[in-house]
């Protein structure tokens, strides 16, 4: 039916029951590894299903009705079959009008850029901070972006939300400057932003109206981006590090982690991610895997962060193999601009002289 979908046309179906087992065999059958060109490439596979007659008596109803299906199989967790049922045009209704909402939160000043700092564990030296993205919704409450950016990339919104996050984050440390602090400042880009040929030079535009330095600007990506080698995106990724701007890969070691793109692209910083860091003391595996990486970061001077530091048993490890970069809720989570300010202030009030360090008690 187009680039990746495609119609399964079951006749003389005795029981719904039927087209069910049919869907969960393609789901099944296509959950197996593909070996493509030497590597091995998974596929997921989302099934929508409508009954003839009782979804629809026309082509047209029935297909859109199993389309619908599909969409709510992909956002229920992907790799499953649904059958259509009539609240899913609510729940269709709902997640169009949040898309709505959406469209227009930039406009009405909804969305919010909070920060968090990324320390230098043992003497918790605050280096730079990560420009996360909140959604304050006039009934919702505050909103995640694990929750609205996947939105935002599917309704072709990411560019313009990309961009004023970018644009905030810049303008907003720079205003820290006054205070005496010149923070370094992490921006997450979606893939998408990236393979748009104009990305750096709007990146340019963008820090030249906030007189903010290059050299201070750090983009974080995501495995995803270097694995599909698109030549706009390598086009983008170089014209950025010629322009000074430092290249992250955010969550590493949950994509593909083909190591072999660590060398084919200019990346200066390597996010290990929180779920390792999590299962650190517990699971030896996620401990070599850290291990691995440190020692690879090391080899390859490439400056290695861990996300998600939460105990001192953490922190303590890393420190051990040599990763001395970290986020986590151990140090601080995500704050408004204020709030960071007022931490930098008492900070500096607490040991003067000491620009943007800290100890750990003045960072909580
Ligand atoms: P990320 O870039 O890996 O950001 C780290 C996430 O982990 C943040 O969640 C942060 O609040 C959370 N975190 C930090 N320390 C800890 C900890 O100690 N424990 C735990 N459990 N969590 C911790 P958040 O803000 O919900 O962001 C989630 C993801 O959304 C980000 O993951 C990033 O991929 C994406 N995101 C955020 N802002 C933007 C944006 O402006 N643009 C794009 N494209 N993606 C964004
Ligand atoms: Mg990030
Ligand atoms: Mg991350």
Known sequence: LGGDEFAILLESLT?????????????KALSHPIVLHGKEITVTCSVGISLFPDHGKTCDLLLSNADLAMYAAKHGGKNRALMFSEDMNLAMKDWAHFECDLALAVQRGELVVHFQPRVEMGNRHIKSVEALVRWQHPQEGLILPERFIPLAEEAGLIGCIGEWVLGEACRQIKELDRSGQQLGVSVNVSPLQLCDAGFADRVASILHEAQFPASRLEIELTEQVLIRRDPVTLASLERLKAMGVHLAIDDFG?????????????????????????????????????????????????RIVAEGVEGVDQERYLIDQGCLDAQGHLFCAALPV???????????????????????SALH
Do not use: C, W
């Open 338 to 360: 204020a709030e960071l300010s007022e931490m930098l202030r008492r900070i500096k009030a607490t040991k003067p002289g000491a620009g943007h360090s800290s100890k750990a």
């Open 254 to 302: 949950t994509g593909y982690s083909s190591l072999g793109y660590l060398r084919h692209f200019p990346i200066d910083t390597v996010k290990i991610d929180q779920s390792f860091i999590r299962d650190l003391v517990a699971d030896p595996t996620a401990a070599a895997i850290v291990n691995a990486v440190v020692a690879l970061g090391q080899q390859l001077n490439l």
């Open 15 to 27: 029981h719904p029951e039927e087209a069910a087992l049919v869907a969960q065999k393609v789901v």
